[in-house]
């Protein structure tokens, strides 16, 4: 039996499909779903990132508000943009493109991000939230990766799952996600001992540590489900996926798995802020 390609381009694009015709629908109604993109500075893989989020929001009909600020804006200035964009009534996500220069507090602009704006799902009270079961929007690679599990009806219950990497935004809630279907979660990191013995008892493999193929294919046990959530300027991942479709049962290709399910999840997010916002 061969190993299932969870392809996350696909499962994105016909997603796409039903966004638009929800937010046709909204739009019938006087809504305008709307995502306002904070870019600081003019880092170009920045710039690129939230091209591809305006681009998307386009294909499926959302309005798109882009705020660009100077690389010289301080912590002050940044908060004050993001409360006016909190008290914005006609604005449903906001997104602050991670990196900001590094004199500025991203955490206190982060947390600033309204509950119910947090559309990116990058806010400590969302990840508390989430953690513990209740209504918030989770990060959106993890909650991508948990919508391609769930699209090929992947049961995570009870497995051995491992995730490589301890982000706030990707490992951290990855784990709590994981956790909340009933997994056992072991998360790794730089510093752990042995990691090559707890990722060959994995039933499960999340890899976002953010290093080129550092998790090897012979790390990894038969029937294993692999997930890849890196991506690196040599089209690889954080999992050595040569071959892997001989081990796994389960696996996503880089590029086109996790990848298009992070932008997908923004914009469905954003959706779902404006029909609870409108009531509609």
């Given amino acids: ?3 299932i390609l969870l392809d996350g381009k696909k499962l994105a694009s016909d997603s796409e499909v039903d966004i638009k015709k929800q937010v046709q629908n909204l739009i019938g109604k006087g809504v305008f779903p709307t995502l306002a993109t904070i870019l600081v500075g003019n880092d170009p893989a920045s710039e690129t990132y939230v091209k591809m989020k305006r681009n998307t929001c386009a294909r499926v009909g959302m309005k798109s508000i882009a705020v660009e ?3 010289n804006i301080t912590t002050e200035e940044l908060i004050n943009q993001i409360d006016i964009l909190n008290r914005d009534k006609n604005i449903h996500g906001i ?5 900001v220069p590094s004199h500025i507090d991203e955490r206190a602009c982060f947390d600033k991000i309204s509950l ?3 559309v990116d799902g990058v806010t400590c009270l969302g990840f508390g939230n989430m953690a513990m079961g209740l209504d918030a929007y989770g990060s959106c690679t993890p909650a991508g990766i948990i919508r391609l599990i769930d699209s090929y009806n992947l049961d995570v219950e009870g497995l051995n799952a491992v995730v ?3 982000s706030p935004i990707l490992g951290k809630p990855m784990a709590m996600m994981l956790l ?3 997994a056992t979660v072991t998360i790794c990191h730089s ?3 042995n990691i090559e013995s707890i990722i060959s008892e994995a039933d499960l493999i999340v890899g976002a540590v953010g290093i080129p193929k550092f998790i090897q294919k012979n790390w990894i046990k038969n029937d294993c489900i692999v997930i890849d959530a890196g991506y690196h300027p040599d089209k690889c991942g954080d999992i050595d ?3 892997v479709e001989e081990i796994a049962s389960a696996f996503t290709p880089v590029p086109g798995g996790v990848g298009p399910m992070t932008i997908n999840t923004l914009i469905l997010q954003t959706l779902q802020s404006a029909i609870k916002a409108t009531k509609v």
């Fill in 1 to 3: 039996m061969s190993a």
């Fill in 69 to 71: 600020l100077e690389d």
């Fill in 95 to 99: 997104l602050l493109q991670h990196p």
């Fill in 116 to 118: 119910e704006k947090d």
């Fill in 164 to 166: 490589v990497g301890r």
């Fill in 180 to 182: 909340n279907k009933n």
């Fill in 191 to 193: 510093r752990t001992r």
């Fill in 241 to 243: 996926l040569d071959g």
